[in-house]
T-cell receptor, first 111, second 114 residues
């Protein structure tokens, strides 16, 4: 059974720092992995989608990597800003067509 | 803005009642998925519809049911509400099947069961 873990559960960093969020999973038989951002009480905004054949995707200050063999993905945020404060979730699309989310990392950027 | 809308925004029901939540997908998106997100948790997959047919289901009982309509709208129906059904319900639309494409989420409906 696929399990998705995000560590840490919460993170506070000063503005301007680079940071890495982690997502690990137990079954490498996935179609893709997607990173989302969720603001309090709101829906999810897709940040990056990595297909299983890809190693990384970049969008602006964000870079996501995928290493299926080790069951890990990272989301790198460069030059963090207060507006980056949110909960970041990773989600896998399994080979059984089910989408499994992690519990998320609550990120707080200190001005 | 993702172009996906949900109604109502908030809803309060009592145990045993029935509820219908609505979602309007992006035009042209054939796939809609529904999720339940309890406080402090990640979303849990309820089911997915592709071109008006159920195309996958998570570990939710049959009292959770859905419909998808040709005009890119969909419904989530929950019968015999229980206290644990209190959650944020999210719908997401995507272009293709199996969520292989980027999913676009609506803002959610906050359901409280008393």
């Amino acid at each position: 059974k696929q399990e998705v873990t995000q560590i840490p559960a919460a993170l506070s960093v000063p503005e301007g720092e680079n940071l890495v969020l982690n997502c690990s999973f137990t079954d490498s038989a996935i179609y893709n992995l997607q990173w989302f951002r969720q603001d309090p009480g709101k829906g999810l905004t897709s940040l990056l989608l990595i297909q299983s054949s890809q190693r990384e995707q970049t969008s602006g200050r964000l870079n996501a990597s995928l290493d299926k063999s080790s069951g890990r993905s990272t989301l790198y945020i460069a030059a963090s800003q207060p507006g980056d404060s949110a909960t970041y979730l990773c989600a896998l699309l399994n080979r059984d067509d089910k989408i499994i989310f992690g519990k998320g990392t609550r990120l707080h950027i200190l001005p | 803005e993702t172009g996906v809308t949900q109604s109502p925004t908030h809803l309060i029901k009592t145990r045993g009642q029935q509820v219908t939540l609505r979602c309007s997908s992006q035009s042209g998106h054939n796939t809609v998925s529904w999720y339940q997100q309890a406080l402090g948790q990640g979303p849990q997959f309820i089911f997915q519809y592709y071109r008006e047919e159920e195309n996958g289901r998570g570990n939710f009982p049959p009292r959770f049911s859905g419909l998808q309509f040709p005009n890119y709208s969909s419904e989530l129906n929950v019968n015999a509400l229980e206290l644990d059904d209190s959650a944020l319900y999210l719908c997401a639309s995507s272009l293709g099947l199996r969520g292989a494409d980027t999913q676009y989420f609506g803002p959610g409906t906050r359901l409280t069961v008393l």
